[in-house]
């Protein structure tokens, strides 16, 4: 079994500290099977992209993530999971519950996050859903283009049980030239499930 790496996180990063958390994470990691491939861009603020989303199981692989790395990043949820004391773990990881049904919003609220941050790094699934034929959503762009920040391609990659971080993609502001480019970086990617967006033609 290959050895896992975990120095994949710059100096900078905002950390957790959160001992316990990072042990179990990196022991999940090594009994599971799973490893990273590519590194954390040390820059200041980011949008992480992350996709295909086909399971319930890419939240857990996230959340063994960042307690694997020990890291804080926001990440958007569907509102309905920020209740109770699940609600407040959530909101402890770095989670913002986001109301589907009023979504006009959530890009303009993402992005004066960004400008009144000296750091963010912002995790989301660019489909938002799991559903197989649904598409990639373009409020992700929108986001990192109002926010002047670029975006990180990442995937989680169930073939070869890989958390890979891919290059950094500066937005043009042409959305639909930036999202065909996108789909053509992500549809040789294996989630779970094989998405329709993934087949050519």
Not at 53 to 77: P, Y
Not at 121 to 131: H, I
């Amino acid at each position: 079994m290959a050895e896992v790496r975990f120095d994949i996180v710059p100096a900078s990063y905002a950390r957790r500290h959160a001992p316990i958390s990072r042990a179990l994470g990196r022991m999940l990691m090594r009994l599971s099977g799973w490893r990273f491939e590519g590194d954390l861009p040390d820059i200041p603020k980011v949008v992480i992209a992350v996709a295909p989303h086909t399971t319930n199981w890419d939240f857990v692989i996230g959340v063994m993530v960042l307690w694997a790395l020990d890291i804080k990043i926001s990440f958007l949820g569907k509102h309905t999971l920020f209740r109770g004391l699940f609600g407040k773990w959530m909101h402890s990881i770095g989670g913002i519950p986001v109301n589907r049904a009023s979504t006009h919003g959530v890009v303009g609220d993402a992005v004066q996050a960004f400008r009144g941050s000296e750091r963010m790094v912002l995790a989301l699934a660019p489909e938002g859903t799991r559903q197989r034929d649904k598409g990639l959503r373009k409020g992700f762009l929108h986001i990192a283009h109002g926010a002047g920040v670029p975006v990180l391609l990442a995937y989680f990659d169930f073939s070869r049980k890989v958390i890979g971080f891919g290059p950094l993609m500066s937005t043009s502001g042409d959305v639909d030239a930036d999202l065909a480019s996108v789909l053509n970086y992500y549809r040789p990617i294996r989630g779970k499930y094989r998405k329709d967006w993934q087949r050519e033609g």
